[in-house]
């Protein structure tokens, strides 16, 4: 059974820092493409960073300079930093891990950032 387990979201002031841990477990990470989403109120689930099985990195515009993602593929874990943040970068996000043959999501982890 494939399971992803987000942590590290919270509530922060713009312009601090939060760290997101994505454990996957039942399923073979380093062979996966993985990724953040996240999902604001009333907004489509949108794209973050991903970070492919060859360590190929994408991240949206609105963060590309402040969030980085990272994988430890010994721990089957995906990371996102975020730093600089802002009030429009709250929502959920979410993990994502994309084998050959099926997408897995997490639950989500709540991020709120106050101005």
């Known amino acids: 059974q494939v399971q992803l387990v987000e942590s590290g979201g919270g509530l922060v002031q713009a312009g601090g820092s939060l760290r997101l841990t994505c454990a996957a477990s039942?399923?073979?990470?380093?062979?996966?493409?993985v990724a953040w989403y996240r999902q604001a109120p009333g907004k489509q689930r949108e794209s973050v960073a991903s970070?492919?099985?060859?360590?190929?990195?994408y991240y949206a515009d609105s963060v590309k300079g402040r969030f980085t993602i990272s994988r430890e593929n010994t721990k089957s874990t995906l990371y996102l930093q975020m730093n600089s943040l802002e009030p429009e970068d709250t929502a959920v996000y979410y993990c994502?891990?994309?084998?050959?043959?099926?997408?897995?999501w997490g639950q989500g982890t709540q991020v709120t950032v106050s101005s």
């Open positions: 994502n891990v994309k084998t050959r043959l099926n997408n897995y």
């Open positions: 039942g399923v073979t990470f380093r062979t996966s493409d």
């Open positions: 970070i492919s099985s060859g360590v190929r990195t």
